[in-house]
């Protein structure tokens, strides 16, 4: 497979995670919102903020008064800012027509459908009664892509490429939402003993990864803090957990890499390592200090991409 | 008169001055449509309707689209597609076919001659105009000789049909032909529109093209390679014809390359993949000569490969087609096809070339300033059908302008008496009824070692506009299922 | 007696804007011909790009340099040994029988053979509105006519390194009648060719130890082909013969086909190069 192509099925299998996390973001903070037990979590404000920081541009003054539908035309369908939904898709499907006659012909009208339907989306309605109905297509349109990408694909190296870059998205925007909630559990507390640990918020995360039922039927108590973040983080069944996303990419790179013998200085050994780093993790060491695990998370999952960058598709 | 029984066909409105290809002279259903004639005439109009729109919107999620340049922005558009198929029977196939191997076959002579020892310059057939004067003849290939003898790997024959019922050649296509993907897109658009009419017909099959045109592709390897490694070359996603250019990838099983894919090294050529650098053996390129090596042609291009010719002049890798193929490609190496063909081949042209005036002779200069109403005018060295004027729409003013632009470089020009496209029916959106339209058609030739194969089918265009004659797809043309069929 | 000669060649890229990646190739070798004995070639840079020598379109030798790494400055130098043999210009056999050759010059065999340097292209192209300038006396034989054809060049423009640069066309010296010794071979190839006579650019080094022009840079001359004779060559610039002071790389139908650097460099800034040319040459023993 061309470098070049390689690194467009990469970046169209990060594209497709990404748009579907930004979009159920959207609509279960907007809609959870709407009847949670607490004043702060009900405050739109509170949930705009959220928004703009889970999408990566957060912004510290609380006196500043968001516009809703400003916010969310920007990150849905706004064409000038580069991290909106719209954008991600358009990226989807730049991304998928360069490696055109290496995918299916059934995944490139899954994408191309997908895009039609955003960029004839009605700012308008989306905006003032919509959301409900925008965010919902694009999960259920991610999850078409991702389904045909199984489905219509031979489990080759092109495969292990696309699902690379899916897995090392997925554990990028599940540590950037855990970023986001427990930043927003930190504001808007629980009503009852320690009360960060048993923030509304949890369950919010929880349905933010559509973990919510698995997370229920697992460990059959209300969410906290703690049973959270060790699902979210460390349980390799959930299959939203970084655990199982970092077991997605070791065993793809076992295609794109199959030597038993590892270079210390290749991708594969990289993605062991850090691998292995979250299989002796325990609950404890994360409650300890939750920020410094997202960013050593999200610093290891970008070192990963670089390495791949050179190591695969740049030389 | 029109059979009125057929509902949809109860307002065609028929031009007895123009050839039509459904009807006779008298109104009469022509035999070999009368079985698909009463088909669609058990549809209403409504249904067309219907299918129009499902038809158009399967081709843009297919995403089968192309860019149209405008002064502001590039647009993305389908390509439109007529259900009406056109029909060719398989006497007047069988001259089609035989004509285009003559006139490719004639061509990759011509070309091979020019390049070396000149006989028919020599010889006083061919003036050498032909190749001093065109801005097509690259010097660098002199002495050159293409793997496996053949330069014009895939040609494109335009053919129209003329009031007198016989097939003309308006171009040959051997530069970089496009159009062969949409052959096949019609077909699949037409059978999952009207399947039922395919049980009627016994039909060729489009969809073998890519198989064969690898087959001869392979034939055509670099000395001393055992199973070559073929690519297409694309300038890029942006380029009009890319969807072509990945179908074509695709369905050949081989990977579609930019020029930043590649790079050489000893004057062999790699592809960078995955694992490393892999050797490239065979390039279909879809990229004009003039981009292909910035270091050996224009300068300033990043589409091409630097050190790509230099490869080629060692023999270390094929380009398809050759380097330098464009100078045939030439309007005024058209006029003398006819003396091409019976030079190289010693056989009588089969299809028919139409009557072309040389505005660089001053006494066919003459004729065309005098008649220039009657004639279309076309400069030599476009492609796509820019820049050509048919001298019955001009204005007078306009006459004037075109007669300036010959005076100020007759070499640039030729001129032909205007032809009358054969016209077929037409769905035609706005109206929503069928139509007598405009209609040539683009067969597909391709020539390997000691093989050729002409695709049994091949691009119907149809010029949309009424009355208009210019059929290309820039131009606003649309496209036909064409239909040849077996014996 | 032959000469040997010590060629350097520099060449330095200043560039406005980093570059990432870069390919250049040097038409600088001197040609191996009967008269010119190729002994070595010593490449060098300031940088260490991979270069690998390969043949350009027109069969002559190229140094083809691959830049992967980022730069904004790089530096090149070329050293060649050769030996040249003393030439006498004026040792041919001359025509036989002037009519013969004229006959011979207007037989299409000898147009077609000799086809590209009959042409006009871009930078030997005199417009039809322009005088005639320079017509043969038939009378007189080829060679006597080239070699008024080369004095009508060196009168005719003047030479001044600031008047014209490496995209100036023979139309626009025309109208300035300045220019150097590119625009001196222009106008001498486009004369030639009109009056039917083939002639070619030709690029190469001149040893400057007689006073010549040339200002340290790579020199331009004309070859024409004279029928029963071959090629000679003819320096316009300083009304002369080509002798042993020049030492040819390439020729071609213009200076687009001779041009000693091309490059394709992926950065956006502007870019600038200097060359330089040294000669230096010493007695055979």
């Not at chain 1, 609509?27 to 009847?35: E, K, T």
């Not at chain 2, 270390?316 to 193929?325: C, D, I, K, R, S």
């Not at chain 2, 069928?434 to 070692?449: A, C, I, N, P």
């Not at chain 3, 027109?58 to 050769?82: C, D, N, P, S, W």
Request: hydrophobic share 35%.
């Amino acid at each position: 497979m061309l470098a070049r192509v390689a690194n467009n099925l990469f970046w169209m299998g990060r594209y497709i995670e990404r748009s579907e996390h930004i979009a159920r973001y959207l609509r279960v903070n907007y809609f959870s919102s709407l009847d949670a037990p607490n004043q702060v979590s009900q405050s739109r404000q509170f949930v705009l903020r959220s928004m703009l920081n889970m999408i990566g541009d957060p912004i510290e003054d609380e006196s500043i008064v968001h516009s809703e539908e400003r916010v969310l035309y920007k990150i849905g369908l706004d064409p000038n800012y580069p991290s909106s939904i719209i954008n991600n898709v358009r990226n989807v499907r730049e991304n998928a027509n360069s490696a055109r006659d290496l995918i299916s012909t059934e995944l490139y009208e899954s994408i191309n459908k997908f895009y039609h339907f955003i960029s004839k989306y009605d700012p308008k309605v989306y905006t003032k009664n919509g959301l409900h109905d925008f965010t919902l297509n694009v999960t259920e349109m991610s999850a078409i892509l991702r389904g045909k990408v199984r489905s219509t694909l031979m489990h080759d190296e092109i495969y292990a490429i696309i699902m690379m870059g899916t897995n090392i998205e997925r554990a990028t925007q599940i540590i950037r939402i855990i970023n986001a909630k427990s930043n927003d559990a930190l504001k808007a507390q629980g009503s009852y003993g320690d009360k960060f640990k048993n923030s509304f918020e949890w369950t919010t995360l929880l349905k933010c990864t559509e973990s919510y039922d698995m997370m229920r039927r697992y460990y059959k108590k209300t969410p906290s803090s703690i049973s959270t973040l060790e699902f979210l983080i460390l349980n390799p069944d959930c299959p939203r957990s970084i655990m199982n996303s970092l077991n997605q990419v070791f065993k793809h790179m076992q295609i794109l890499d199959p030597n038993t013998k590892l270079d210390r200085d290749s991708t594969a050994f990289l993605v062991a390592k850090v691998k292995a780093e979250y299989e002796f993790k325990c609950i404890i060491e994360i409650e300890k200090d939750i920020q410094s695990v997202i960013d050593t998370t999200l610093d290891s999952l970008y070192e990963i991409s670089q390495k791949m960058e050179e190591e695969f598709f740049s030389y | 008169m029109v059979n009125l029984e057929n509902q949809i066909f109860s307002s065609y409105k028929r031009n007895p001055v123009l050839f039509d290809e459904i009807f006779d002279k008298n109104g009469q259903v022509k035999d070999v449509y009368s079985k698909l004639f009463t088909l669609y005439g058990e549809h209403s109009i409504k249904d067309y309707v219907n299918l129009n729109e499902k038809a158009k919107s399967s081709f843009f999620n297919q995403g089968i689209t192309f860019q149209v340049y405008d002064k502001k922005k590039t647009e993305e558009k389908i390509f439109p597609f007529d259900l009406f198929p056109r029909i060719i029977p398989p006497e007047e196939w069988n001259i089609i076919e035989s004509g285009a191997i003559q006139r490719s076959r004639a061509l990759n002579l011509f070309l091979w001659d020019i390049y070396h020892d000149k006989k028919i310059i020599r010889q006083g057939i061919v003036p050498m105009d032909l190749i001093s004067s065109s801005a097509n003849y690259l010097d660098q290939m002199n002495k050159v000789d293409p793997p496996g003898g053949i330069y014009n790997h895939i040609s494109g024959t335009d053919i129209i049909k003329h009031t007198d019922g016989q097939y003309y050649v308006l171009e040959d296509n051997i530069r970089c032909p496009s159009g062969v993907s949409y052959v096949i897109c019609n077909r699949t658009a037409l059978k999952r529109a009207l399947f039922g009419v395919f049980n009627h017909y016994k039909t060729y099959s489009v969809t073998n093209y890519a198989e064969n045109l690898l087959d001869l592709l392979e034939t055509v390897k670099p000395k001393g390679v055992d199973i070559p490694n073929v690519v297409v070359i694309t300038p890029g996603m942006f380029n009009s014809a890319f969807y072509e250019h990945s179908y074509l990838a695709k369905t050949m099983g081989v990977e579609l390359v930019e020029g930043r894919d590649l790079f050489v090294e000893n004057d062999f050529v790699y592809m960078k993949t995955i694992q490393g650098p892999q050797k490239v053996d065979v390039i279909y390129r879809r990229i004009d000569d003039a981009f292909i090596d910035p270091l050996e042609f224009k300068p300033d291009s990043s589409l091409g490969v630097p050190g790509l010719f230099a490869a080629y002049k060692k023999g270390n890798v094929t380009l398809a087609n050759a380097p330098g193929t464009g100078v045939a490609d030439d309007k005024a190496v058209y006029t003398y096809m006819p003396e091409i063909i019976r030079y190289y081949l010693n056989e009588e042209p089969i299809l028919n070339n139409v009557h072309t005036y040389h505005c660089s002779r001053p006494k066919e200069l003459k004729y065309v300033l005098e008649h220039i109403e009657t004639l279309v005018i076309k400069p030599v060295d476009e492609a796509g059908g820019y820049g050509i004027s048919i001298g019955n729409r001009l204005s007078k003013k306009e006459i004037e302008v075109v007669k300036a632009q010959i005076l100020l470089n007759p070499r640039k020009y030729v001129a032909q008496p205007i032809m009358s496209l054969s016209v077929h029916p037409t769905y035609i959106d706005k109206t929503e009824s069928f139509e007598q339209r405009h209609v040539d058609l683009r067969t597909f030739t391709v020539l390997g070692k000691d093989k050729e194969f002409v695709l049994k089918g091949g691009l119907t265009r149809v010029a949309l506009k009424r009355g208009n004659l210019i059929v290309n797809s820039s131009q606003g043309g649309g496209s036909k299922d064409t239909w040849v069929l077996k014996t | 007696m032959p000469l040997e000669y010590f060629i350097t060649y520099k060449a330095e890229n200043t560039y406005e804007e980093p570059v990432h990646e870069a390919y250049w190739q040097f038409l600088v070798i001197p040609e191996e011909n009967e008269s010119q004995q190729f002994i070595g070639i010593d490449f060098n840079s300031s940088i260490n790009p991979k270069f690998e020598f390969s043949i350009n379109g027109y069969g002559f030798k190229t140094i083809r340099v691959h830049m992967k790494q980022k730069f904004e400055q790089i530096a090149f130098e070329a050293r060649f040994r050769l030996i040249k043999k003393e030439i006498n210009p004026f040792d041919f056999t001359p025509e036989a029988d002037k009519s013969k050759s004229i006959e011979k010059i207007q037989g299409l065999n000898f147009k077609v053979d000799y086809e590209a340097f009959l042409k006009t292209t871009p930078y030997t192209y005199i417009p039809y509105t322009k005088n005639i300038l320079f017509e043969f006396d038939w009378g007189n034989s080829i060679f006597d006519n080239l070699i008024a054809l080369n004095s009508y060049t060196y009168r005719y423009i003047q030479f001044n390194t600031k008047a014209t640069d490496v995209h100036t066309t023979l139309n626009e010296v025309l109208d300035i009648h300045q220019g150097v010794c590119q625009d001196f071979t222009h106008l001498f190839c486009a004369l030639a060719r009109t009056n039917g006579i083939p002639a070619r650019y030709v690029s190469g080094y001149l040893h400057q130890g007689n006073g010549y022009f040339g200002d340290l840079q790579m020199h331009a001359w004309a070859e024409a082909y004279i029928p029963y004779a071959g090629w000679i060559g003819f320096d316009p610039t300083n009304d002369i013969l080509a002798a042993t002071n020049h030492i040819k790389v390439a020729h071609g139908k213009d200076y687009s086909d001779c041009s000693p650097l091309k490059g394709v460099v992926y950065t956006s800034g502007k870019n600038q190069t200097v060359h330089s040319v040294q000669v230096n040459s010493q007695d055979q023993q």
